[in-house]
């Protein structure tokens, strides 16, 4: 399938004088409403460069809003989006081609191999078939799928199917990775290799990451967490800090007292 990117969008040729160039992400009071309902109440938040950042929320706290507002798949109603300086309403080509992202739904052609669905993905973004084989097999031992890419979608785990999205969202090799609720359906075993994987790549390659999740073990201590819940941030900042300035000995715990439950 088609990723959810406005693929027109990445090839705009309009630039404009960027904007907060120190941040992957900024969002700037953001607010979007469903008819009556305000999903996002003046939102604000950065991602610092090659940082894992957390979105931690419920569900129902608006990270899948907010997530479709920053691909674009909404239009901005109030507030600011810019990527890398780039402001997605003015900019969105040079915005969006630095841009992966994984959805919580998953996207893949299920009849296709894995090569196959990295070359149509590759496809829209202009890549040769060359490049896009090249590409492909680097992204693929990314993830440790490399063996993997002649074998059809439906024959993998929820793991591996997960593992062959990152891949995908990595080959046109961007600056900042989303990923809503990558893990949810996946067993312990698969959401500890995601999760590896993806810090991996922040390590190592220094991508940007957003990874919105409302599972309070996927955090560590020196995370940069956001906390959303019912469309408004309560706290950000490393996660340890947040703790200290609380008084108390956890994240887990400062989520709780903050939004009331315990999550999961």
């Given at each position: 399938?088609?990723?959810?990117?406005?693929?027109?969008?990445?090839q705009?040729?309009?630039?404009?004088?960027?904007?907060?160039?120190?941040?992957?992400?900024?969002?700037?009071?953001?607010?979007?409403?469903?008819?009556?309902?305000?999903?996002?109440?003046?939102?604000?938040?950065?991602?610092?460069?090659?940082?894992?950042?957390?979105?931690?929320?419920?569900?129902?706290?608006?990270?899948?809003?907010?997530?479709?507002?920053?691909?674009?798949?909404?239009?901005?109603?109030?507030?600011a989006?810019?990527?890398?300086?780039?402001?997605?309403?003015?900019?969105?080509?040079?915005?969006?081609?630095?841009?992966?992202?994984?959805?919580?739904?998953?996207?893949?052609?299920?009849?296709?191999?894995?090569?196959?669905?990295?070359?149509?993905?590759?496809a829209?973004?202009?890549?040769?078939?060359?490049?896009?084989?090249?590409?492909?097999?680097?992204?693929?031992?990314?993830?440790a799928?490399?063996?993997?890419?002649?074998?059809?979608?439906?024959?993998?785990s929820?793991?591996?199917?997960?593992?062959?999205?990152?891949?995908?969202?990595?080959?046109?090799?961007?600056?900042?990775?989303?990923?809503?609720?990558?893990?949810?359906?996946?067993d312990?075993?698969?959401?500890?290799?995601?999760?590896?994987?993806?810090?991996?790549?922040?390590?190592?390659?220094?991508?940007?990451?957003?990874?919105?999740t409302?599972?309070?073990?996927?955090?560590?201590?020196?995370?940069?967490?956001?906390?959303?819940?019912?469309?408004?941030?309560?706290?950000?900042?490393?996660?340890?800090?947040?703790?200290m300035?609380?008084?108390?000995?956890?994240?887990?715990?400062?989520?709780?007292?903050?939004?009331?439950?315990?999550?999961?």
């Amino acid at each position: 399938m088609v990723s959810m990117i406005d693929v027109a969008a990445l090839q705009s040729s309009s630039v404009h004088m960027p904007m907060h160039r120190d941040s992957a992400l900024a969002v700037e009071a953001v607010s979007h409403a469903y008819g009556k309902r305000r999903a996002l109440d003046e939102v604000s938040f950065t991602v610092a460069p090659g940082h894992f950042t957390v979105l931690l929320g419920l569900n129902g706290a608006g990270k899948s809003t907010l997530f479709s507002l920053i691909t674009r798949l909404y239009a901005t109603q109030s507030g600011a989006i810019s990527l890398f300086g780039f402001n997605i309403a003015h900019d969105p080509g040079e915005a969006l081609r630095r841009l992966g992202v994984v959805f919580q739904a998953r996207t893949l052609d299920l009849d296709l191999s894995v090569a196959q669905n990295l070359a149509y993905h590759a496809a829209l973004h202009g890549l040769s078939p060359h490049e896009a084989k090249q590409r492909a097999a680097q992204v693929l031992r990314q993830v440790a799928m490399g063996d993997r890419a002649d074998d059809k979608v439906r024959d993998l785990s929820g793991g591996q199917m997960r593992r062959v999205e990152i891949a995908r969202a990595l080959l046109h090799h961007p600056r900042l990775l989303l990923l809503d609720e990558p893990t949810v359906g996946l067993d312990v075993k698969a959401r500890a290799e995601i999760l590896s994987h993806v810090r991996a790549l922040v390590a190592k390659d220094g991508v940007a990451v957003l990874w919105a999740t409302h599972l309070l073990d996927e955090v560590d201590p020196g995370d940069d967490v956001v906390i959303l819940h019912q469309g408004h941030v309560l706290d950000q900042g490393k996660a340890c800090e947040i703790s200290m300035r609380s008084g108390i000995q956890n994240i887990a715990e400062v989520f709780t007292r903050l939004t009331g439950s315990g999550g999961r």
